[in-house]
């Protein structure tokens, strides 16, 4: 099983400054890495696929990079709407798909 | 843009079979997607739980598979899940989500339902 864990579990950052969340896989898993953004009470939303390409809809402030093992999804000037969790989700290798165990990106 | 809404018992008894089932509209359940089901335990992040194609081929976490059920009702354009001999920590918000062949990123995911396990 493909553990990815990332980092940090909980980030404070201010409106309008730039936030790096990561994300490390156990193994390689290529470019085969999705983001996602869930806020209370909803479903995760799709934002990254393929490690750096942003999903329909996902505004261009939400980069994502990496390869291999490690991996990044920032966003550039932060909205009070970005305040959320995200995770990240492996598909190289399954069964079974995995996850992160999550960031929280709070309001400083 | 494919909808998934999930329905089914909120309390399940200790031991008993936990079901839910995941309605789709706005696309076939014939369509080219895995079917699958994810969990989150209130609190903790999510957890992929199986999937199932519309071939009817399934792949389960090995950690749930002894348990897991998930099959397709083609003629309601439905998939359901069901976990027997279910226990307290089994208790999350389960959502049903769909991945685009060949990939397997969550690109659509219903709302979620919480069910608990409790006498």
């Known amino acids: 099983e493909i553990v990815m864990t990332q980092s940090p579990a909980t980030l404070s950052v201010s409106p309008g400054e730039r936030a790096t969340l990561s994300c490390r896989a156990s193994q390689s898993i290529s470019s085969n890495l999705a983001w996602f953004q869930q806020k209370p009470g909803q479903a995760p939303r799709l934002l990254i696929y393929r490690a750096s390409t942003r999903a329909t809809g996902i505004p261009a402030r939400f980069s994502g990079s990496g390869s291999g093992t490690e991996f990044t999804l920032t966003i550039s000037s932060l909205q009070s709407e970005d305040f959320a969790v995200y995770h990240c989700?492996?598909?190289?290798?399954?069964?079974?798909?995995?996850f992160g165990q999550g960031t929280r990106l709070e309001i400083k | 843009q494919v909808q998934l809404q999930e329905s089914g018992p909120g309390l399940v008894k200790p031991s008993g079979t936990l079901s839910l089932t995941c309605a789709v509209s706005g696309g076939s359940i014939s369509d080219y997607n895995w079917w699958s089901w994810v969990r989150q335990p209130p609190g903790k992040g999510l957890e992929w739980i199986g999937e199932i194609y519309r071939s009817g081929t399934t792949d389960f976490n090995p950690s749930l598979k002894s348990r897991v059920t998930i099959s397709l009702d083609k003629s309601k354009n439905q998939f359901s899940l069901k976990v027997s001999s279910a226990t307290a920590a089994d208790t999350a918000v389960y959502y049903c989500?769909?991945?685009?062949?060949?990939?397997?990123?969550?690109?659509?995911w219903g709302q979620g339902t919480l069910v608990t396990v409790s006498s």
């Open positions: 989700q492996q598909y190289d290798d399954w069964p079974p798909i995995t």
């Open positions: 989500a769909s991945a685009s062949w060949p990939s397997r990123y969550f690109d659509n």
